[in-house]
């Protein structure tokens, strides 16, 4: 079974940095897309960040540079470092893996976790 | 970008009815477009993948439909279990996008 847990949300100011991770199993990880998409409180659903098996990655323009997807495929994880957060940064969210190294559908999705910029 | 525009926001319906929900893109997409569900407090689902290729376990009242620019989801016999907020994704290109969100509530 495909699992997918999240972590490393938290409460942090404005202008703060955090980094989730998220643990996979019931997969061959290396083998497969990985994508970041969040969820503002009450609002529709956003694509942040999507790394390729080969580790090629993919930004939303809103990023700006500010946050980094990485993986480790030793570790069968998945990580987004995000940096100079601001209040609109604030979401659930989510990892979400692809349908294949080529298949950009999302057919499974984690818990979600939670940040919250705030002063 | 690709802008996805759902339609409609909100849609009351009676258990048994039939639901038809649509997705516009701002441009074509071929068939790079997916159906997601979402309920109340919990992670999205895939439903419908490539337009009208249904996901492992999702029950065969829903199914898909549509090519280019125009897509539409449909929910035969609906259920009490399928109050949600569903959502059109395409992944033709970058940067990927969502549409706002269509949410069915029960009568």
């Known amino acids: 079974e495909v699992q997918l847990v999240e972590s490393g949300g938290d409460l942090v100011q404005p202008g703060g940095s955090l980094r989730l991770s998220c643990e996979a199993s019931?997969?061959?990880?290396?083998?497969?897309?990985m994508n970041w998409v969040r969820q503002a409180p009450g609002k529709g659903l956003e694509w942040v960040s999507h790394?390729?098996?080969?580790?090629?990655?993919h930004h939303a323009d809103f990023v700006k540079g500010r946050f980094t997807i990485s993986r480790d495929n030793a570790k069968n994880s998945l990580y987004l470092q995000m940096n100079s957060l601001t209040d609109e940064d604030t979401a659930v969210y989510y990892c979400?893996?692809?349908?294949?190294?080529?298949?950009?559908?999302?057919?499974?999705w984690g818990q979600g976790t939670q940040v919250t910029v705030s002063s | 970008e690709i802008v996805l525009t759902q339609s409609p926001g909100f849609q009351s319906v009676t258990p048994k009815e039939k639901v038809t929900i649509t997705c516009r893109a701002s441009q074509s997409i071929g068939n790079s477009l997916h159906w997601y569900q979402q309920k109340p407090y919990q992670s999205p689902k895939l439903l419908i993948k490539?337009?009208?290729q249904s996901f492992s376990g999702v029950p065969s009242r829903f199914s898909g439909s549509g090519y280019g620019t125009d897509f539409t989801l449909t929910i035969n016999s609906l259920e009490v279990e399928d109050a949600a907020t569903y959502y059109c994704?395409?992944?033709?290109?970058?940067?990927?996008?969502f549409g706002q969100g269509t949410k069915v509530e029960i009568k």
């Open positions: 994704h395409q992944s033709s290109s970058l940067p990927w996008t």
């Open positions: 979400a893996r692809a349908a294949s190294s080529s298949l950009n559908c999302f057919e499974n």
């Open positions: 019931g997969f061959t990880f290396s083998s497969y897309g």
């Open positions: 490539y337009a009208s």
């Open positions: 790394i390729t098996s080969s580790g090629t990655i």
